[in-house]
C-alpha cells in the first residue's frame, strides 16, 4: 500500500480520501503511534494520536472528504460501508517503509458522524520481542522461565487495559515455540500473528465464549493454551480445571496487584485446594514513559517536547513455591501470603519502578502517574 516515505507531515488539506488514509498512517507510524482516533465534528475531523501511552491532537480533516474518509477504511477493513448506526470492526495490513504493520480498527456512530479508531500492531514486534526488552528484570525473567518449563498449571498476567498484558503473554509463547509442543489461542481480537501457533478469535456474536472456546480446543490435543482474558466465573473455573488436567494455561486478569490475584480468583468461585495446585506465576505491570536519551527530559524533537521517549514495563512476579501453595490451600489471609512472599524476594511494583529511576530510565513524577491511576 505505501512507498517509502521520509519525513511525512500530517496531510491537512489532502486532495483524497485514499491520500488522507496513507498518509495518516505513515504519519502515525513514524510517530510511533500505537492508536489513532479520527473524531468528526461540525465542521471537520480531529485526528489524535497515542503515543506512549498519552493522546495528542494532531491536526484536522475537512469535512468534504469525510464521507470518503471512513468509507475507504470500511473497504480496507472488511467492514460495511452501507451500514452507519451501529457500531463495526475490522482489520487490514499495511507498509510503512517496508515494514509490515497490522491495523485493527473500531466503528462507532456519534452525533455528528462515524468516529473511527485505529489500533497500529507491528507484525513482527513479538517474533523479536524479549523480556528484558519490554523491561523484565534478570530476577523477574528468572520466574517467569522457571514457570514456564512447567508442563501444566496457571500463569496470569495482571494489569488494567492497555499495559502489554497481551504482548507479556505473547513473548511467553514465543518461549515455548520452541519446544514441540501444540499450542492454542483463544483471543479477542488476535492482535499478533505467531507463527506455528493456532490462534482462535473469539466471536461473542456467534455464541462463542473464552470458556465455551476452552472446553472445545481440550478436544484439540494442546499442550499449551493461551486464554485473553479470565473475564467471569466460568471461565476461571474452566481455566483452573483445564490447569489441573495437564495443561499450561497463561491468561490475563484485572487486578491491581500480583498477590491480590489470589483473593481475586477465590471471590470467582475458584476453590482453594484447586487454586493451590495449580497456580504458578502471577506477574503484576504497569507500561511507564521511558526518559528521552537525546535532551534528558529537557525536552527535543524527537520526544514531541514532553521529555519522554518510548516505555518500558514495571512489574511485580511471583513464582508460586509449595510454601505458598499451602497457605493458599489453608485459606491463610492475603497479608500472611504477602509476608510471606517478601520474605522470599518479592518486591512491589512501586520498588521496580524505583530501581529504574536509579538506572535513568524512568522519573518519580512517571511512576506516581502510572501507579495513582
Same mark, same amino acid.
Given at each position: 500500500?505505501?512507498?517509502n516515505?521520509?519525513d511525512?507531515?500530517f496531510?491537512?488539506?489532502p ?14 507510524v513514524t510517530?510511533?503511534a500505537?492508536?489513532?482516533h479520527c ?12 503515543t ?31 451500514i ?8 487490514f495490513?499495511t ?11 473500531s ?12 489500533r ?5 514486534s ?7 526488552s519490554?523491561?523484565?528484570t ?8 522457571e ?5 501444566? *498449571?496457571?500463569? %496470569? ?5 492497555g499495559? &502489554?498484558? !497481551?504482548?507479556?503473554?505473547h513473548? =511467553? +509463547? ?14 479477542d481480537?488476535?492482535e ?5 501457533v ?12 473464552f470458556?465455551?472456546g476452552?472446553?472445545?480446543v ?5 499442550d499449551?493454551i ?6 467471569d ?14 495443561h ?5 486478569l484485572?487486578t491491581?496487584s ?8 477465590l471471590?470467582?468461585g ?14 503484576a ?13 529537557? *525536552?527535543c524533537? %524527537?520526544c514531541n517536547?514532553?521529555?519522554?521517549? &518510548?516505555? !518500558?514495563?514495571?512489574?511485580?512476579? =511471583? +513464582? ?13 489471609p492475603l497479608s500472611?501470603?504477602t ?11 512501586y520498588?521496580?519502578?524505583l530501581?529504574?529511576v ?13 501507579l495513582s491511576?
Open positions: 500500500m505505501y512507498k516515505i521520509e511525512i507531515k496531510p491537512s488539506n486532495s483524497t480520501a485514499n491520500e488522507a488514509v496513507e498518509d495518516i498512517l505513515a504519519f502515525a510517530n510511533n500505537s492508536d489513532v473524531d468528526p465534528r461540525l465542521t471537520d475531523i480531529v485526528v489524535k494520536l497515542r506512549d501511552g498519552m493522546i495528542r491532537e494532531v491536526g484536522t480533516l475537512p469535512k468534504r472528504i469525510a464521507d470518503e474518509f471512513i468509507s475507504r477504511l470500511k473497504i480496507l477493513s472488511g467492514a460495511r460501508t452501507d452507519h448506526a451501529i457500531p463495526q470492526d475490522g482489520r495490513q507498509h510503512v517503509n517496508a515494514t509490515a504493520y497490522n491495523i485493527r480498527i466503528f462507532m456512530p456519534t452525533y455528528y458522524g462515524e468516529n473511527a479508531v485505529m497500529i500492531l507491528s507484525a513482527q513479538t517474533n523479536h520481542a524479549s523480556y528484558a519490554l523491561g523484565f534478570p530476577d523477574h525473567v528468572y520466574a517467569i522461565s514457570a514456564l518449563k512447567k508442563t501444566s *498449571g496457571l500463569i %496470569l498476567v495482571t494489569g488494567p487495559t499495559s &502489554g498484558k !497481551t504482548t507479556t503473554l513473548t =511467553c +509463547l514465543m518461549s515455548k515455540r520452541r519446544d514441540p509442543l501444540s499450542i492454542v489461542t483463544l483471543e481480537p488476535v499478533y500473528e505467531i507463527a506455528g493456532r490462534q482462535i478469535h473469539i466471536r461473542h456474536t456467534h455464541g462463542v465464549t470458556a465455551s476452552l472446553r472445545s481440550l478436544r484439540q490435543d494442546p499449551v493461551m486464554v485473553g482474558e479470565i473475564r466465573n466460568e471461565t476461571a473455573r474452566v481455566a483452573v480445571h483445564t490447569a489441573l488436567t495437564g499450561l494455561v497463561l491468561s490475563t484485572h491491581n500480583a498477590l491480590e490475584t489470589i483473593p481475586r480468583l471471590d470467582m475458584v476453590d482453594h485446594y484447586l487454586l493451590a495446585a495449580t497456580l504458578r506465576l502471577i506477574v505491570q504497569r507500561l511507564l514513559r521511558t526518559v528521552c536519551q537525546d535532551c534528558n527530559m529537557v *525536552g524533537d %524527537l517536547q514532553t521529555g519522554y521517549h &518510548g516505555r !518500558t514495563i514495571i512489574a511485580e512476579v =511471583c +513464582l508460586v513455591d509449595e510454601k505458598m501453595q499451602k497457605l493458599i490451600a489453608e485459606k491463610r500472611e501470603i509476608a510471606y512472599a517478601k520474605s522470599h524476594g518479592f518486591r512491589f511494583m520498588n521496580d519502578g530501581e529504574k536509579d538506572w535513568g530510565i524512568t522519573s518519580r513524577e512517571e511512576i506516581a502517574r502510572v491511576t
